[in-house]
């Protein structure tokens, strides 16, 4: 019958494939091992030579120079390229562990990863934009609309979206870092506090009359705070972004390096995004004491005030010493460059 050796060559062909992608399987898993090793044992022989040329000083300072410029391509190369995903993973934080379970978020394939980067930022492009215009929109309508009181449930949704955005943050950033991205360990644990500080408002009773305006004093700086800040999201998302790509193709960062809140623009740009970052760090802290004080001086007696008010020092706190290390460490940077090129120059004329 027909149909019944057609059925019987369907259930052949379907048992050759599946042994053809046994054994495909089985020779890819071991060529797979086979590149782990040897990319791990490179990886730390880029390392070693790297601790050795920083510990010998018998050797030339010209040569060391030149020999650190060629380790650290080769380390760019190595792990920006395809075979990055060879290289041990970082482990995955808590946060990831604890939202999805022991699930391996690396990919296997650099587009893949360069997708999820690109997702990133497309992510805090839109909400730099809502960073800016939810608050502002709070502001006005508080101004034309609600006679300079704020209602609850506008303020309480304003809240809820800063816990999902920051929620959404820390879950890209864990995932960038799992695949090879260099995002500071701060910035984690900036929005690991920005998230407690927008659950714990979440319960904050906002008040209105009568005294409304002494009452919502906390509230309206911190609005204010969110504009600027969602100012200078936007500027470092346009010129930081620019400064990076040019390292990139310099080989000097990875495609899968990001910016965020980092003072890694050009000097044009830093004499811009420094005054306005110190700034919002210095009126961070302000809305954090003023909120304790009206907290320990009975204005607004109640615990959210006072956990909001810590986590805005700190976090205020947290910014600015990573702002000031990012300088200190570009200055460093700076200063080898111009050696090198006077070193350079003075060769050349001799």
Partial sequence: MEVEEEVKRIVEEVKELHDSAASFISSSSHQELTLRQKASSVDASVRRLHSTLASDKSLDPKLVEKLEEDLHRARCMLAD???????????????????????????????????????????????????????????ILRSYYWDGCLPAFPVQLYEAWLLFLYAG??????????????????WLYHHYCAMGMALVSLTWEIKGQPNCVQKQRGVHLFLQWAMMQGVAMLLQNRYQRQRLYTRIALGKAKRMDVVWGETAGVDGQLWLLCPILFILQGFQAYVGLLLLRAALTGVVAEWQVIVCGILLVVMAVG????????????????????????????????
């Fill in 81 to 139: 390229g395809d075979l990055s995903s060879f290289l041990p993973s970082k482990p995955q934080g808590r946060f990831v562990r604890m939202f999805l379970g022991p699930v391996n978020v690396r990919a296997s394939r650099k587009e893949i990863q360069l997708k999820v980067k690109e997702e990133y930022n497309s992510y805090r492009d839109k909400t730099a934009l809502l960073f800016l215009f939810f608050p502002a929109a709070l502001m």
């Fill in 169 to 186: 943050l820390a879950m890209r950033e864990n995932v960038l870092r799992a695949n090879g991205s260099d995002i500071r360990p701060w």
């Fill in 319 to 350: 910014n600015f010493i990573n702002t000031v290390e990012t300088l200190m460490t570009k200055s460093r940077v700076k200063a080898k460059m111009k050696k090198s090129k006077s070193r350079a120059e003075l060769n050349h004329t001799s």
